[in-house]
């Protein structure tokens, strides 16, 4: 139980990104729900897999980046090459993914309300 309050309240950029996260699925969820239509079922629950999938994706690639973190720091405060590339690459992989919930969550709701 413990372990699992850490991993929500020590890194701040994770709770920020999970606060972010739920705010912009509870708005989709809503405005995808106002203007759906019965006979568009199928395509309504691929849209939500995707909006909803694209969103747990960057939450499971931000566990990753802060074990990744974890360990790095586990071995001490010194500047090494590697550590700071690994802690990098984890940061861009969070960050490509953020762009990929903006690019799925515009597709979808883009081409509903225009």
Do not use: C
């Amino acid at each position: 139980m413990n372990t699992i309050k850490i991993k929500f309240l020590l890194p701040a950029l994770f709770g920020i990104t999970v606060l972010i996260l739920i705010v912009q699925g509870a708005l989709g969820m809503r405005s995808v729900a106002q203007i759906e239509t019965q006979a568009d079922t199928i395509g309504r629950r691929m849209e939500r897999a995707l909006l909803i999938g694209s969103m747990l994706l960057v939450l499971s690639i931000e566990l990753l980046n802060s074990a990744v973190e974890a360990v790095i720091e586990r071995y001490g405060p010194e500047h090494h090459e590697l550590a700071g590339r690994a802690k990098d690459m984890g940061s861009a992989a969070v960050f490509v993914l953020m762009l990929n919930v903006l690019l799925v969550w515009g597709a979808i709701l883009g081409s509903r309300y225009l």
